[in-house]
């Protein structure tokens, strides 16, 4: 089947703001700049721009198995193998400087890049060797599970508050496993990228499976896609007010508020683009989007540049016209832009880095 246009729009837009949300937090806390709020992550319960990009890409990673399957069948063999790809990618990227001064720095087991595989790994498997009645059934039963799982009293007596940083049973169970490897310090501390949250991680991943082979069966109902998602983001909303929004610990209501959120816009690219000629503002994405992981990474490996002095002079130029939070964004965009002229050389070549 010919590669849907949406697919790659959305993915490179997700992709850019992984990027943009990375880099504003980078300016702010290394270089001092301020950031707008939608740019930071939540400090616990809520949802800002920052906290909605990971689990849209995450997202689509399960909506693209089962485009990948089409005419090609994986093997569990070539599935393991890329999903264990991803994750050594990230334990590099991650451990960068643990592996330069292994007595600075605490080793960190989990991230982002090895989320994306287990992610992808779990959900793969499962489309392989399962119905969309069976996977759909995980997917809901880990959601409704999870919550109560995130209420178990924690084994050394400290109280449980779903509503406060750090106090559930989830996060209790990251420093009893991880201890010093956890991200988050501390006697409330845990890893947002942690054990027990892969799993509703997965439910995600399954969830854009079942969209993917909508698309593929019933490519011309936007109507039920947008609807599915509409659902979703009420639902999500709903079940937030009782078991909150939390990106840290990826709660259920998360789960359904970002994935309602994106085959939102994905239903409205869907019927944009796909079949038709696209832009050049929408060719940015998918440059992006054709080599995602690869313009993850060398975003990952390049933003110490925004530290340089360089960097700082186009802040310290726009300050007095633009005022904090918008000169902040100044130098971001621009190496913003030159992670897409890299992603843009790679698609005129017709390079498709793959994991």
């Known amino acids: 089947m010919q590669r849907l246009v949406s697919l790659d729009v959305l993915r490179g837009l997700t992709v850019i703001g992984m990027i943009l949300v990375n880099s504003a ?14 740019l930071m992550h939540s400090e616990w319960a809520g949802l800002t721009l920052a906290d909605w990009v990971f689990p849209a890409f995450l997202f689509m990673v399960g909506v693209s198995i089962p485009m990948a399957a089409q005419g090609r069948p994986q093997s569990a063999g070539k599935i393991l193998a890329r999903a264990g790809r991803l994750i050594l990618v990230g334990l590099l990227l991650t451990n960068m400087y643990w592996l330069a001064d292994m007595d600075a720095y605490a080793f960190r087991p989990f991230g982002v890049l090895q989320r994306i595989g287990l992610v992808y790994g779990a959900a ?32 050394d007596g400290t109280a449980t508050d779903i509503w406060a940083r750090g106090y559930n049973f989830v996060a209790w ?3 009893a496993v991880l201890g010093s490897h956890a991200y988050v310090k501390g006697a409330a501390g845990y890893d947002p990228e942690g054990v027990l949250s892969t799993l509703p991680a997965i439910a995600q991943g399954l969830i854009g499976c ?22 979703m983001t009420v639902a999500g909303l709903a079940w937030g007010l009782v078991f909150p929004v939390v990106k840290d610990i990826w709660t259920s209501s998360y789960v359904l508020l970002t994935s309602g959120l994106t085959l939102l816009v994905l239903a409205a690219l869907h019927v944009r683009l796909d079949g038709r000629e696209i832009g050049r503002g929408w060719s940015i994405a998918t440059a992006f989007g054709v080599n995602a992981i690869a313009a993850y990474v060398l975003h990952y490996l390049a933003s110490v540049v925004l530290a340089a002095d360089a960097m700082k002079l186009p802040y310290d130029w726009t300050l007095p016209v633009l005022g904090g939070p918008a000169a902040a964004l100044v130098p971001v965009l621009i190496f913003l832009a ?3 002229a890299a992603m843009a050389w790679l698609q005129r070549e017709g390079w498709v880095v793959k994991i």
């Not at 082979?213 to 936007?222: D, F, I, M, S, V």
């Open 124 to 155: 793969a498997l499962l489309f392989m060797t399962t119905g969309w009645r069976t996977r759909l059934g995980i997917a809901g039963l880990i959601l409704i599970l999870y919550w109560p799982l995130c209420l178990i009293p924690s084994p």
């Open 338 to 340: 030159l992670n897409w």
């Open 25 to 38: 937090a980078y300016v702010h806390y290394v270089n001092g700049f301020p950031a707008y709020p939608a």
């Open 210 to 231: 079942l969209v993917g082979e909508w698309l593929l069966k019933q490519p011309k109902r936007t109507g039920a896609l947008a609807a599915g998602g509409a659902v």
């Open 173 to 175: 169970f990251d420093r």
